[in-house]
């Protein structure tokens, strides 16, 4: 809080705003008292809005900024693991090397699932989404795990937080072999936990995944670069949904959800499929017209961002792991890859895209990334959740330990009938 005041006239009357300023990033006006005056604001999106405080990550869209408690996303692409920056989430600081171990260790701990959850697995159709069977499976750990369920309580908290982290690669690559109809591979967790999801994912009873180190590095900044991104619409889910005290499973289930809409955590698959769409590079000018065309419902998928008005970091990381990935593979002749890079640099080059700062987001290189990797476009969303639970356990558990936090309960604008009679 802050001695500045923003005054609010109305109908003659004034009113006095407190503003309040974080440690950083603008300030904001305190319309918490306005209820009282009989007044509501509008803001559909929450596009002027901050629906809460918190010390987790800090994004400025316009110098394309982005902090991990502090520490830029650049230095932590390059320095650490996926557990550290998970670490540093939930706890505020890094780890230093015992507290790494105990932590690896815990979440090694953890990484298998009960067995009786396989049968919910096979509930699914095997056709069946991966996003769609991680919402299930993950919302029916509550049904498996309840000595975690005080969410008053700061060690069950942790606990549950350390169990969804441990066990979303298991799900997530359980979804998928699934779907394939192969056997469960159980984790392996020497592997650390970026090769053990690829392993997961990709070895079989008669194939063992042979893993390279650039690939793996390359997924392991995947989950780094996704972990977490404030209040975005599925880490505010999960804060609506565990506002009202529901049981963290549910809470990361709703997230996940959230996750799967295209215009969030489903870019990076739609831009695969709108890749296949334009099949070839003569076809770019007619889908660059179609972006711009506003009698056109279609967008160029992997491009914008509601907060990054001018580049998003994550994207330039992405973008330079793109080209090693593809490097390594040999592909960067291959009609799809070559596909995606012709795309970039005509939009990149195109002035609608210039004049609005439009440039290809995180999820448009990490779409290439992944199906370099052999990951299959229908995982993509998936393995954005996997990383993303990093950020929405930390979120949650912020949350549910402060002690202002009030379940949320947004208002309206009325705009039905007014009260009539049945005749
Ligand atoms: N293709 C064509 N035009 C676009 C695009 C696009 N991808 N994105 C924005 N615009 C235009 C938009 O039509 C508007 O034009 P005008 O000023 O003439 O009306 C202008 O750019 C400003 O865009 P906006 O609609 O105000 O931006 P927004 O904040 O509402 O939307 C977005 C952000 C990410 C939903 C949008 O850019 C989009 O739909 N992008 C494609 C989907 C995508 O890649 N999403 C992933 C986001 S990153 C992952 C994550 O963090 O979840």
New binding site residues.
């Given amino acids: 809080m802050t001695s500045r005041k923003a005054k609010l006239i109305i109908d003659g009357k004034e009113i006095d705003l407190p503003i309040i300023e974080g440690t950083m990033g603008p300030p904001s006006i305190d319309i918490r008292t306005l209820s009282q005056e009989g007044l509501y604001t509008f803001d559909p999106?929450y596009?002027s809005t901050a629906s809460c405080s918190s010390a987790i990550t800090f994004v400025d869209g316009l110098n394309s900024q982005l902090l991990y408690r502090g520490y830029p996303i650049e230095q932590l692409a390059e320095k650490c693991d996926f557990l550290d920056v998970s670490y540093l989430l939930f706890n505020g600081e890094l780890p230093d090397a015992k507290e790494k171990e105990v932590f690896q260790s815990t979440i090694n701990g953890h990484s298998l699932i009960h067995d009786q959850l396989t049968s919910v697995f096979k509930g699914f159709r095997r056709d069946a989404h991966p996003m769609a069977v991680m919402i299930g499976v993950v919302g029916s750990m509550s049904a498996f795990y309840f000595d975690d369920m005080d969410v008053s309580n700061r060690k069950h908290r942790r606990l549950s937080a350390e169990r969804l982290l441990a066990k979303l690669p298991t799900i997530g690559a359980w979804s998928y072999t699934y779907n394939l109809g192969l056997p469960f591979v159980y984790p392996q967790n020497d592997l650390g936990y970026a090769g053990n999801f690829l392993n997961m994912m990709f070895s079989s009873p008669n194939k063992k995944y042979q893993n390279n180190p650039v690939l793996t590095r390359a997924f392991e900044k995947i989950l780094i670069l996704h972990a977490d991104?404030e209040q975005?619409?599925?880490t505010s889910t999960v804060r609506l949904v565990g506002s009202s005290g529901a049981n963290p499973y549910a809470c990361i289930a709703s997230g996940i959800a959230s996750?799967w809409g295209?215009?969030?955590?489903?870019?990076?698959e739609?831009?695969l499929k709108m890749l296949a769409e334009i099949k070839n590079e003569s076809r770019i000018g007619e889908y660059i017209n179609r972006?711009?065309d506003?009698d056109d419902e279609?967008?160029?998928?992997?491009?914008?961002?509601?907060?990054?008005r001018n580049k998003?970091p994550r994207s330039e990381i992405m973008k330079v792991t793109c080209h090693e990935v593809l490097d390594e593979l040999n592909l960067s002749n291959e009609p799809l890859f070559k596909l995606a890079l012709a795309l970039e640099k005509i939009a990149l080059e195109d002035e609608?895209?210039i004049e609005?700062k439009?440039f290809p987001?995180?999820?448009?290189y990490s779409g290439i990334v992944m199906k370099a990797l052999g990951i299959p476009n229908s995982m993509f969303t998936a393995v954005?959740a996997i990383a993303r639970t990093a950020g929405w356990v930390s979120h949650w558990n912020e949350m549910m330990g402060d002690k202002n936090n009030k379940i949320g309960r947004p208002r309206q604008i009325y705009t039905g009938k007014t009260q009539r009679n049945i005749s």
């Fill in positions: 999106g596009i991104h975005n619409a599925s996750l295209p215009a969030h955590g489903g870019a990076n739609a831009t972006a711009k506003k279609f967008r160029l998928m992997g491009f914008g961002h509601r907060v990054y998003d609608y895209f609005r439009l987001n995180v999820d448009f954005f």
